[in-house]
C-alpha cells in the first residue's frame, strides 16, 4: 500500500462499524452515523543526528560503528565523502547503526575523511603509519684496497632521510633524500690496520669494516760479517818460487768460460791448501814487487787453436764406431775419432812471458 493511502480493509462490526474497501470507517449507532479515514504516516526526511565512539582510526584501518540519531518516522540517507571509507548502509528510517569500514593507510602522513547522513557530517581522522627506516646492502667487509658499494634504504613514500657517515673514509653519493632509494658510497684505500665505520640513517644503522693494509715486504737481512783473527804464528806466508806452489790465475781478466790470457802468481800459494783464514791473510800481504808468469790461449805447442770444431757427439756414433772396430777397420776407426771425438791434437801451453808488478812503500 502506498504510504498517504487508506489501509483499514475489512469489517469491524460488533459495534456497527463498517470498514469500506477504500479504508472509510462508517459508524452506525442509535440512528446517526459518520465517517473517518484512516491512512498510514507519511516518509519525513526530517533532522538526524550522526556520532561514533571514536573518530580516529588506527593506519591499520578496520570497521568503525556510525550511530544515526532520528525520529522513528524520520527517513535519512548517509554518503561517504573519501574513498577510503566504505559505508555497509546508505539509507535507513528511525534510529540506526551504520557499520563504516577504513581501509590500511600505507603512508606515512596522516589522512582526514568524512561522512554525511542527510545534512550532517561526521569527520574522521586516520593515523600515519609513521617513518620506520631499514637498511640492507651487500656485505659490509671490504678490502683494503677500497671498493665502491651500493646501499638500499627502505622507508614509506614520503618519508625524509639523511646519511651520516661516521668516519671520513666512507663517502656516499648523496646524503639525503626521501622514500625507498639505493645509493652509492666509495670505501676509500686503507693505508693502516682493520678499521670499521657506519652509516646512519635516522635510527638505523650500517656496519662498514675494511681490513688491514698488506704488511709490507721485510728488507733481505744481510748477511753477518766475517770476522777473521790473524796469528803470525799460524803460518809462513813469505812469496814462494817453487813453479808447483805457484797460484793460477786462469780466467782473472775475463769470463771463466771464455777467458784467453793465464798466468801463475809468485805473491800467493795456492787457495787449495789454506783455510778462509790464511786466504784473508794472504791478501792482505804486503810485497814490494808481484811476479806472474803470463801465457795465452793461442801460444801452445799444437796447431793453431780453432773456434769453429764441431761439438763432440760420442754417444749418437759410438755404435757406428763399435761396427767399425767389429770389422777390423782399425785405422779408419783412429783417424775418425781423432777428428770426431778428440777434436784438436791436444797440446802444451807455452809461455808468453812474465809480468812484474811493482809496489812503492811495500806494496
Not at 550532517?120 to 637498511?135: K, P, W
Request: glycine share 10%; aromatic share 6%.
Amino acid at each position: 500500500m502506498d504510504a498517504g493511502q487508506p489501509y483499514a480493509r475489512g469489517i469491524v462490526s460488533a459495534l456497527g462499524v463498517v470498514v469500506c474497501a477504500l479504508g472509510t470507517v462508517v459508524l452506525a449507532a442509535c440512528g446517526s452515523t459518520s465517517a473517518t479515514d484512516i491512512t498510514t504516516p507519511g516518509a519525513v526526511r526530517c533532522a538526524a543526528t550522526v556520532s561514533a565512539p571514536s573518530t580516529v582510526v588506527p593506519a591499520s584501518g578496520g570497521p568503525v560503528s556510525v550511530t544515526v540519531s532520528a525520529a522513528r518516522d524520520c527517513t535519512w540517507s548517509a554518503e561517504s565523502q573519501a574513498s577510503w571509507l566504505k559505508l555497509a548502509t546508505t539509507s535507513g528510517q528511525g534510529t540506526a547503526t551504520i557499520s563504516v569500514n577504513a581501509a590500511t593507510n600505507d603512508a606515512a602522513s596522516a589522512r582526514s575523511g568524512s561522512v554525511t547522513v542527510n545534512d550532517q557530517r561526521l569527520d574522521f581522522n586516520q593515523e600515519g603509519r609513521g617513518c620506520s627506516i631499514s637498511l640492507s646492502g651487500p656485505d659490509g667487509a671490504v678490502a683494503a684496497a677500497g671498493v665502491s658499494q651500493s646501499l638500499t634504504i627502505t622507508t614509506l613514500s614520503g618519508c625524509p632521510w639523511t646519511i651520516a657517515p661516521s668516519a671520513p673514509w666512507v663517502v656516499p653519493e648523496v646524503t639525503s633524500g626521501s622514500g625507498t632509494a639505493t645509493v652509492a658510497y666509495v670505501v676509500q684505500p686503507n693505508a693502516g690496520g682493520a678499521r670499521e665505520a657506519t652509516l646512519a640513517v635516522g635510527a638505523a644503522t650500517f656496519l662498514v669494516s675494511q681490513a688491514a693494509a698488506p704488511a709490507p715486504v721485510p728488507a733481505p737481512v744481510p748477511a753477518p760479517a766475517c770476522t777473521f783473527t790473524l796469528s803470525a804464528a799460524s803460518a809462513d806466508f813469505r812469496p814462494v818460487w817453487a813453479w808447483v806452489q805457484l797460484w793460477p790465475l786462469s780466467g782473472c781478466w775475463t769470463s771463466a768460460a771464455t777467458s784467453r790470457v793465464g798466468g801463475m802468481s809468485h805473491g800467493l800459494v795456492d787457495p787449495t791448501t789454506i783455510t778462509a783464514e790464511m786466504a784473508v791473510q794472504i791478501r792482505i800481504w804486503r810485497v814490494d814487487e808481484e811476479r806472474i808468469e803470463l801465457n795465452d790461449n793461442t801460444l801452445y805447442s799444437g796447431e793453431p787453436g780453432r773456434r769453429d770444431l764441431p761439438k763432440l757427439k760420442v754417444s749418437q756414433t759410438l755404435e757406428q764406431v763399435n761396427q767399425q772396430l767389429r770389422e777390423g777397420k782399425y785405422a779408419e776407426v783412429t783417424d775418425w775419432v781423432s777428428k770426431n771425438w778428440l777434436g784438436r791434437q791436444q797440446e802444451c801451453y807455452q809461455p808468453l812471458g812474465d809480468l812484474f808488478l811493482k809496489f812503492p812503500a811495500g806494496g
